[in-house]
């Protein structure tokens, strides 16, 4: 099957990354490959897009580290909580996962702290999400099309494919330096934004050599030498791992919770789709890596909003206190274009306008302030 043409598939290869609303902060990122770059044949940018988007994937399995170091505030920390996704913090910070892919319709993903383990699989029509900590489960029949899969973030290619969808003429495509992930050989592959008001300086996309699977996935902030951003393999097999790896057996007193076909998936949330941005309150302002969104807000989810209206009652309310909480602790902007709340880091921003709107992109405040006052 080949990787860079099923989006199943790219969801569980490849990382959370650039474009994402991602929130975090921590110590510097270092490199995950150390030692002497290894000698491979030469192959040209074509030759290694090509490698990219024929390469097949049958089966695979590893452990994969994500670090980031977006330069956000410690306010921002606390969004994934407000948000009631538990799996929304794993760009926060540095993040061990253990990750298995057997097909279209088997993958799994694995996040291990201190805290316990979370687990999204899928086999088949059956999706489970299960928490160690809370010993919770909730299981969820997908539908007979397969359609409407939960997204969970795990290893190095829908990163690989918003980066590929960003070639056109206001991207220089070249070729890195050789590296050693995983104790594999790879190439390195290079996207670089022409145009100066993206926050982004460059991707760097690591293809193994002989599979020709992303193996690691960096984003450099303008201005910055080390990744903002990066997820890889520290090991990886390219066997089909075992099927009971994708069989979920309830622990012992856990609480199992059955969801509907349309109800919303588990912790693992789901991430925004082709249909959500052709919806009539989401509109985008430029093209390229300067693409800036503008959506409505929920009256909840406006700075200040879950007070001034009253919080929800029942289980929600302290999330939309918490989330009231975070917003109102942004910095305040004003301007031509309006008012409200600024979440900036070193790869994007985010305005939080007073009349509910939500401006984001991979630019500075100031194309933000541009795209609002439109």
């Given amino acids: 099957m080949s990787v860079m043409k099923n989006r199943a598939v790219l969801r569980w290869l490849v990382p959370v990354t650039a474009g994402v609303a991602v929130i975090g902060g921590g110590a510097a990122v270092g490199t995950f490959a150390a030692g002497a770059d290894p000698a491979l044949p030469p192959r040209s940018a074509a030759q290694l897009l090509d490698d990219l988007r024929t390469s097949r994937l049958d089966g695979l399995s590893g452990t994969v580290v994500q670090r980031a170091d977006l330069g956000l505030p410690p306010i921002a920390a606390l969004a994934g909580r407000a948000t009631g996704n538990e799996l929304a913090g794993l760009v926060t910070g540095t993040h061990t996962l253990r990750v298995w892919y057997g097909g279209e319709d088997r993958q799994r993903v694995a996040l291990v702290d201190t805290l316990g383990e979370q687990d999204v699989l899928r086999n088949g029509r059956d999706v489970w999400t299960w928490s160690s900590r ?7 029949k997908l539908p007979a099309d397969g359609k409407d899969l939960p997204s969970a973030p795990a290893t190095p290619a829908d990163a690989a494919q918003q980066a590929l969808a960003a070639i056109d003429p206001t991207t220089a495509v070249t070729v890195g330096r050789s590296a050693t992930v995983a104790g594999r050989d790879a190439y390195e592959l290079v996207l670089t934004p022409r145009d100066k008001a993206s926050l982004v300086h460059q991707v760097r996309i690591a293809l193994d050599a002989e599979e020709h699977v992303p193996l690691r996935f960096e984003v450099l902030a303008d201005g910055q030498d ?12 390219f066997r089909t791992p075992d099927a009971d790896q994708f069989r979920f057996n309830p622990p012992p007193g856990v609480k199992v919770t059955e969801e509907s076909t349309d109800a919303r998936p588990g912790p693992a949330g789901r991430m925004p789709g ?25 009256a909840a989810a406006k700075p200040g909003g879950a007070k001034a209206g009253g919080a929800k009652a029942g289980a929600d309310a302290p999330d939309a206190d918490m989330l009231a909480q975070v917003l109102g602790d942004l910095p305040k902007v004003s301007g031509d274009w309006g008012s409200g709340r600024l979440l900036s880091g070193k790869l994007f921003s985010v305005l939080l306008t007073d009349d509910g709107r939500v401006v984001a992109g991979l630019v500075t405040p100031e194309r933000l302030y541009q795209a609002a006052k439109g």
Wanted: proline share 5%; aromatic share 6%.
């Fill in 134 to 140: 809370e010993n919770t489960a909730v299981h969820r």
């Fill in 226 to 237: 080390e990744p903002a951003f990066e997820v890889a393999f520290t090991q990886v097999d």
């Fill in 274 to 298: 082709k249909a959500d941005a052709q919806r009539p309150d989401v509109r985008t302002v430029g093209t390229g890596w300067t693409t800036v969104v503008v959506a409505k807000l929920d």
